[in-house]
């Protein structure tokens, strides 16, 4: 069922976006409707402030209107969505990188952290949202995507891999130091069995977590 909603969503996107190419006005707002929400809420957890995210999401769209002709379905839609919104997202943290300097740079070799026997982690409480939130703002742009992208999100690594134009070695790497980070910044506890930090805090992620391919 889950396939079969996915191939209907995909050939309805993709059929939107055939219409927008031809100028169809409606087409586009309809792709808006049906993508903005997500694109949203992964803008806002990626920069940590709603001004910016709804400045971000409005920025995307435009670069959609004026590219959709380079659109040639290699991927979902959605994949190429979710990539300008992404995109959009680093640009934004990178110009913003000097404030969060002094935030990381006590843990910046990651390398040098020692590993828990388990490299996962959940915090042994339940962390408050803000404590959570607070901890990803605190994170180097590509480790908060990856750590949004998949462990808030549910996309699977190959996902999102593809969504940031890196391989999915990658983005399992990316993940696994943004954990670490995350452990030493709110102080760490064993991790659960599927290995994802506070998904019960974001009320999201796990929800929907779709199984790793």
């Known amino acids: 069922m889950i396939t079969s909603n996915k191939t209907e ?11 927008c190419r031809r100028g169809e006005m409606p087409a586009f707002e309809e792709l808006y409707r049906r993508h903005s929400g997500r694109l949203y809420n992964v803008a806002c957890r990626m920069t940590g402030s709603a001004a910016d995210a709804e400045d971000l999401l409005q920025d995307v769209f435009l670069q959609v209107y004026r590219r959709i002709d380079s659109y040639r379905g290699e991927a979902a839609l959605g994949t190429w969505l979710y990539r300008l919104a992404v995109n959009a997202c680093l640009d934004h943290l990178r110009s913003h990188e000097g404030r969060q ?9 990651v390398e040098g952290l020692e590993p828990a026997a388990n490299p996962s982690w959940q915090p042994d409480r339940a962390l408050d949202r803000l404590d959570l939130e607070s901890a990803i703002s605190r994170l180097p742009p590509r480790y908060r995507a990856a750590f949004v992208l998949h462990d808030v999100e549910g996309h699977t690594h190959d996902e999102v891999a593809d969504m940031l134009g890196i ?8 993940l696994h130091k943004a954990r670490l980070r995350l452990r030493a910044f709110l ?10 930090p506070a998904a019960a805090a974001t009320g999201t992620g796990a929800d929907r977590r779709r199984g790793e391919r």
């Open 9 to 19: 969503a995909d050939r309805t996107d993709r059929n939107l976006a055939a219409r």
């Open 167 to 174: 391989e999915e070695g990658t983005s399992k790497s990316l």
């Open 101 to 109: 300097q002094k935030a990381t740079d006590f843990i910046e070799d």
């Open 187 to 196: 102080g760490g506890g064993p991790a659960d069995d599927a290995g994802r």
